[in-house]
């Protein structure tokens, strides 16, 4: 039997994302990320062809690492200007009924209290169609903007995760008990008081003694994404996420990690089959392999050097600029993303990176491959790289937006699916329900699933005292 892929479309509330200079191209419409128009019909687009999601990504700061400063991604664009995703997620909800939402949100810059209710609304407004991307972030400026001095280390911002969602748990599994609700006007209670609990936390990073302000959502907790590809951050997934995100520039790296992944997950006694994997990859289809590879090349033309630098900068933490054009790349200790580091470095030993190919490389679609050709090409590269690697699906960064993605919903898609290798409907229910075809909440065998007997331990308690 034909194994099936997903798709998730990688977007961004600003200009370009991850293809820097390509704002310039006469085609591209990110320049609209200002106007509800543009997600809504991105979002009409994506769920004609049946991808999961939009990822939103985001960054609070600015990417001032390469040359000191942040003059070229002022210059270039480069993810600055950039807007709040959350807020783009109700227009899109509106003119669709299936597409899922994968918000990006930072555990260094929100508290989780007020963070657990922005999410809980976002479920409700959509019938629980929402997923928060976990980032633990990496950019100083960021920090400096909040009052920190610098940015946690590396490893510590994990462990603040731990703490973060443990709290989201309490308040989203344990708060409101089910039943709590009961809106019985002829008794006149909206809900029972003796079912909704405070959570009582009191940790090392957070206390949040309360309770959960928004009644249980469709899915209580929204579905866990995770981006984090070291080997702190991909401990935390194999615990937490239900999809995680990676950009392996090679199949090396990508079988590596997600064999790895699935290793971890079943080690926490979770289903390692129930943990899907996305690589980073973009893809420039059209009728044919010569009208794809025009069209390549085309785009191309429109790459920014210095602008690419600056993204590889940032997430890696080493500036780029002080280097020539043909100087290796080499692994530096840095506070930023380490796996970035250690892909370009390490991760595949028969390749060795310039900084001038680095930026080539980066410069469509960020640090995952580009594939170019026809539907028939590229899909034989995508079922490739499913049957040698184990990744579930692809998380699709665009070179020209929507066109890149109009031309995978044109092409690619009905390819795919003629093929048996991609769903050709949704399934209904929730996100977490279309995703893993169970109920609507985190299985029993999640860590969040211990704090949903909040009521039965705080009865236990009252009445030892």
Known sequence: MTRQMRFNAFDMNCVGHQSPGLWAHPRDKSWQYKDLEYWTGLAQTLERGVFDGIFIADVLGVYDVYKGSAYHAIQQGAQIPVNDPLQLVPAMAVVTKHLGFGITASISFEHPYPFARRMSTIDHLTKGRVGWNIVTSYLDSGARNLGQSTQVAHNDRYDVADEYVEVLYKLWEGSWEEGAVVRDREARIFAHPEKVHQIGHKGRFFDVPGYHLSEPSPQRSVVIYQAGASSRGKAFAAEHAECVFVAAPSKTILKAYVADIRRRAAAAGRDPRKLFVYTLLTVIVDETDAKAQAKFEDYQSYVNYDGSLVFMSGWTGIDFGQYAPTDLVRKVETNAIISAVEALSEGDPDKKWTVEELAKFGGIGGMGPVVVGSA???????????????????????????????????????????????????????????LFGDGPYLPATHPAARYRDLGRQHRTAEAAE
């Not at 937006?401 to 929730?430: I, S």
């Open 376 to 434: 028939a090409t590229v899909a034989d590269v995508l079922q490739d790289w499913v049957a040698e690697t184990d990744v579930d699906g692809f998380n699709l960064a665009y070179a020209v937006t929507p066109e890149t993605f109009e031309d995978v919903v044109q092409h690619l898609v009905p390819e795919l699916q003629k093929r048996g290798a991609y769903p050709r409907a949704y399934v209904p229910g929730t996100l977490r329900e279309k």
